[in-house]
């Protein structure tokens, strides 16, 4: 039985990931790449990179889905994966020390007024803001799991004054976390800057909208590390234009690659990112995923897997 690599990928790229498999993998796996000729009967694992919709179909003897991307929400809304196979998620501890490198670096960004400095920089003018610390900064992270609290207790190690807010409650040393609809107003109420780590479900998306704006404080900034469809776009230009938010840092958006005359690209209080916060590292990737095959072959379930009911 084989195994079947599907991805959103180019040539090239399917060759380094058939490279890097081969390297990883155990010496009697049969590695089919979507663009190869392969029986569908043969195919008992996929391992799949925001397949295209409809590529897992005709394969009736799949019993493992691998994702190599954190994000499963594409996945997830293709109705044609097999709702019996279990997916694996990738958790990739150099994905995640790239994504806390990013969050750090957009609160930094942020906290010592960076997007202020440079409209002060445009007309020319040599002005002092005052100064503030890290400890005097309220950080409130949306999502508190693999990202979200790498990220959180890397805000957390620099003094910043982090809750993060998720389904279930987490106990966390130095970080208060809140769930429910009244801990999320209450840690909205004190975000001086809001990261989105939460995944893409059908409770989640447009959770930034007009209304989530509106409880934080006049003069937040937010960043959007997770999904685009998490965000109301319109609202977001509404509240960056009567000055209740100052910046917005955009990793994700609704439609990638974002469209050349997106009003986003020259928004003076946008800063727009292409997608690359934590990329998947083929290396590593390729790693984890023959570790959980060989642990599969050996009739353990890898772990975790994603709950379909929540999506994520
Ligand atoms: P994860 O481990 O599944 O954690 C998700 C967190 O969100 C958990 O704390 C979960 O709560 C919380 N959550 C989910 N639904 C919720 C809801 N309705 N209300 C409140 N909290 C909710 O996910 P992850 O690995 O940290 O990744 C987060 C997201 O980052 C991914 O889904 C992906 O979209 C994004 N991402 C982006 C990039 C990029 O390059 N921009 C790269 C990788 C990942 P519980 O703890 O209670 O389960």
Redesign the pocket.
């Known amino acids: 039985m084989s195994i079947l690599l599907v991805g959103e990928f180019g040539a090239e790229e399917y060759a380094r990931w058939r490279e890097n498999l081969a390297a990883c993998l155990a010496g009697d796996e049969i590695l089919r790449l979507a663009t190869d000729k392969y029986d569908p009967a043969s195919i008992e694992i996929a391992l799949v990179a925001n397949p295209p919709a409809g590529s897992l179909v005709g394969l009736r003897n799949l019993r493992l889905i691998q994702s190599l ?5 594409r996945l997830l809304s293709d109705a044609t994966v097999p709702a019996h196979v279990p997916i694996v ?1 990738l ?1 990739d501890p150099n ?1 995640t020390q790239a ?1 806390t490198e ?1 969050a750090l670096a957009c609160v930094m960004f942020l906290h010592r007024q960076f997007p202020a400095y440079a409209e002060q920089q445009a007309t020319r003018e040599w002005k002092k803001r005052p100064q503030t610390l890290a400890r005097q900064r309220r950080v409130g992270i ?8 790498a990220v959180a207790a890397a805000l957390a190690s620099l003094n910043f004054d982090v809750e993060a ?4 409650s ?1 106990s966390f040393e130095g970080i208060r976390t809140r ?1 429910g609809q009244s801990g ?1 107003a209450a840690l909205l109420e004190r975000s001086d800057i809001l990261i989105n ?5 059908a ?2 998306a447009d959770i930034l909208n007009a209304n989530l704006f509106r409880q934080l404080p006049r003069g937040a900034s937010i960043v959007n ?3 685009g469809g998490h965000l109301d776009e319109g609202s977001l230009l509404d509240a960056l234009a009567s000055g209740h938010l100052a910046h917005a840092i955009l ?2 958006f609704r439609e990638e690659p974002l469209p050349r005359d997106h009003p986003f690209w020259s928004h003076p209080r946008i800063t727009a990112l292409p ?5 998947t590292d083929m290396k590593t990737a390729a790693k984890i995923a023959a570790d959980n095959i060989r642990e599969f072959r050996g009739s353990r379930m890898p772990a975790p897997l994603v709950d379909r009911a ?3």
């Open positions: 991307w954190a994000g499963v929400d998620r958790i994905l994504m990013c949306l999502g508190f799991g693999q990202l979200g609290q807010w998720s389904a279930r987490h769930t999320l780590l939460l995944p893409l479900t409770e989640t590390l997770a999904r990793d994700v997608h690359v916060a934590a990329e929540k999506g994520y």
